[in-house]
């Protein structure tokens, strides 16, 4: 069956960086767009980045534009995203997510993962 | 990228039905069909109810129904179970090849 499973979340300091994971199984890798979604404490979901097949077309939401960046390595199954200069309203559960869409254009999520918390705090 | 407007909770009881409201603008519920629905259990992974306004993935109860009208989309569930208390939220594709989601509704199934 279709398994996401994030890791590399924890503890970092204001302006710190981190790097998550998100190794797949259960389908195709190489097949999907993929995508990084967070939730902060009390808060709802919050797009944050989505990356095409190949990782030629990437697209970021503006509150992570600059500091976060999403790759993904398709031979070992997994997807990526190194978050530097963070701050502590980067505090979240960040979910990892099969993006689903047309003609290179992501609509919706079809799998997701159950989360990495990350807590930016000094 | 301004997060689409939802009730912050809404409550029904066993067997009867709901809706959720979720409003955005002319710039993403109102000017596109790619409306998604999410059912989140805390602690859990959220999962896909409805795509593209009104369209069901496989394996999600027809209970499930979506609509919109103008810049306001709409989740409905019937026949209300237990097992459907939960966070719903929804999703909207965007200007900028983006996504906006809302900012959820707590489903209190009395």
Request: a neutral charge.
């Amino acid at each position: 069956q279709v398994q996401l499973v994030e890791s590399g979340g924890g503890l970092v300091k204001p302006g710190g960086s981190l790097r998550l994971s998100c190794a797949v199984s259960g389908f195709t890798f190489s097949d999907h767009y993929m995508s990084w979604i967070r939730q902060a404490p009390g808060k709802g979901l919050e797009w944050v980045s989505y990356i095409s097949t190949s990782g030629s077309a990437i697209y970021y939401a503006d509150s992570v534009k600059g500091r976060f960046t999403i790759s993904r390595d398709n031979a070992k199954n997994s997807l990526y995203l190194q978050m530097s200069s963070l701050r502590v309203e980067d505090t979240a559960v960040y979910y990892c997510a099969r993006a689903r869409g047309v003609g290179g254009v992501v609509y919706r999520f079809d799998y997701w993962g159950q989360g990495t918390l990350v807590t930016v705090s000094s | 990228q301004s997060a689409l407007t939802q009730v912050t909770s809404v409550s029904g009881s066993p067997g009867q039905s709901i809706t959720i409201s979720c409003t955005g603008t002319s710039s993403d519920v109102g000017d596109y069909d790619h409306i998604s629905w999410y059912q989140h259990h805390p602690g859990e992974a959220p999962k896909l109810m409805i795509y593209d306004v009104s369209n069901r993935p496989l394996g999600v109860s027809d209970r499930f129904s979506g609509s919109q009208s103008g810049n306001t989309a709409s989740l409905t569930i019937s026949g209300l179970q237990t097992e459907d208390e939960a966070d719903y939220y929804c999703s909207s594709y965007t200007t900028g090849r983006t996504l906006v989601f809302g900012g959820g509704t707590k489903l209190t199934v009395l």
